[in-house]
């Protein structure tokens, strides 16, 4: 079985632009979430897609969004980028369907530099 | 929402001691404690969970402790190695058995070192 997959690796924006992200989950996992993982701050929760729909949503600007298709694969926007959005963004799988263990499964990043 | 400290930041430990990195978290409702490891440059991997119905969890060299009265749960190293060294996170989150929330809330993590 393949592993989550992110795409591209690597970024490098200017301030101002916007990006966007993209996570293939682990087959049949039907929750994604995203997180931001700076080294001052650690893993910070974005939000959650499960059935196309967010679920759960953590303490980020607006400028974050994102977005989940009928494949489970999601992908996130950053819009307006400022240098503070230099950063490593995961992605997680999970079944997200109740019952036995709900071990999320990171990929390897994406890692965003802004100038 | 739900809020996790982990501490210490950073330890340095030698060969053969052992290693304990605590958490608190503030949601009472919050039932699943996940760790994961990270190892420099790569993806962080799930090493050990626990669930609010179990107070201790082990697997061979590691083991974690959950306190739910003091809402603090903690990871054990014990005979640590030098391929232990890598940053741990500790996570809370509210598992509902139908619909496996996955708002998930890291700590900041913890730097291992493990010196030979």
């Known amino acids: 079985k393949a592993g989550v997959t992110q795409t591209p690796r690597y970024l490098i924006k200017t301030r101002g632009q916007q990006v966007t992200l993209s996570c293939s989950p682990i087959?049949?996992?039907?929750?994604v979430s995203w997180y931001q993982q700076t080294p001052g701050q650690g893993l910070q929760f974005l939000f959650e897609?499960?059935?196309?729909?967010?679920?759960n949503k953590g303490n980020f600007p607006g400028r974050f969004s994102g977005r989940q298709f009928s494949n489970s694969r999601s992908e996130m926007n950053v819009s307006t980028l400022e240098l503070g959005d230099s950063a490593l963004y995961l992605c997680a799988s999970s079944s997200g369907t109740g019952g036995g263990k709900n071990i999320q499964y990171f990929g390897a990043g994406t890692r965003l530099s802004v100038l | 929402g739900e809020n996790v400290e982990q501490h210490p930041s950073t330890l340095s430990v030698q060969e053969g001691d052992s290693a304990v990195i605590k958490c608190t978290y503030s949601d009472s409702a919050s039932n699943y404690f996940p760790w994961y490891k990270q190892e420099l440059g790569k993806r962080p991997q799930l090493i050990i969970d626990?669930?609010?119905?179990?107070g201790e969890k082990k697997d061979q060299r590691i083991a974690v402790t959950l306190n739910k009265t003091a809402k603090h749960f903690s990871l054990h190293i014990t005979e640590t190695q030098p391929e232990d060294s890598a940053v741990y996170f500790c996570a809370a989150s509210i598992r509902e058995p139908k619909l496996s929330n996955n708002d998930m809330r890291f700590g900041a993590g913890t730097r291992l070192t493990v010196k030979p």
């Open positions: 897609y499960f059935s196309e729909t967010q679920r």
């Open positions: 626990i669930r609010s119905n179990v």
């Open positions: 087959s049949g996992h039907r929750s």
